[in-house]
């Protein structure tokens, strides 16, 4: 969880935010934010209290006014058991959280919006408990596995990560197209392609080439291919934003 207050100027989130297939749920309870992606000229308003689920796309947000806000982030896995739906129809778009959960979405923002700042967590975290209340053994494995594709299986093939992790390959797909609304290959892509933003980062001397074995792939042209896609930027691009935001391991 994590939240902001204070003049747009001061609070905006500057730079690129990659994708990294995970979903964040945002409550603007001070003037909205509008978002663009990378590469898009046209900036879209986003929603009071949205929900959006990033995999393909590096955006950009720009504050309106004064900003204050509460926010949190959460695999597939988790939200589509907070929404009681598969994230599937979600991804890549801000999505009004009333539009998925009815009037409850309106309560939730209205009592965050009376609350003082350090008592929204709190707000939120009795919430999530409500609608979790019926997370079980399949629901937990599914979150583990999300996370072990995610951060842990980025130079092995979808057969040597399934015998690792214990479901055959068919099954593996079955539980993350179930629970997550996306397959394995897709979260195993986002992990490898966030490996590669902390090396761009973290080791500007490295060569590309040498990054783009590091995290799975045979050549550059395969690896810049798949970074542009995905996050709306080469590399070489990446690398030169002065700022970036990015989930790590």
Known sequence: MWSLEGPGAETGLDGVIVPDAHVEFVFHLGDTWRMRRCRNPEWVVQPPAFVYAQQRGGIRLQPLGHSSLVAFR???????????????????????????????ATRLTEQLWRARGGERFGI??????????????????????FNAVLWRSRTESMEQVSRRLGPSARSLRRIFESCA???????????????????????????????????????????????GTRVGLTPSEFRREKHVLFERS
Not at 201 to 226: K, S, W
């Open 74 to 104: 959460v695999t597939p896995v988790v939200a589509g058991r907070l929404l009681d739906r598969l994230v599937a129809d979600l991804w890549d778009a801000p999505i009004s959280l009333e539009s998925l959960i009815g009037d409850e």
């Open 124 to 145: 939120l975290e009795r919430w999530i408990a409500r609608r979790l209340c019926d997370w079980g053994a399949r629901d937990w494995m599914a979150h583990e596995l």
């Open 181 to 227: 609304g996306t397959g394995p290959k897709d979260v195993q892509l986002s992990g490898r392609l966030l490996a590669a933003c902390s090396f761009l980062r973290d080791e500007p001397d490295l060569e590309i080439t040498e990054i783009a074995g590091r995290v799975g792939f045979y050549d550059h042209a395969a690896f810049t291919h798949a970074f």
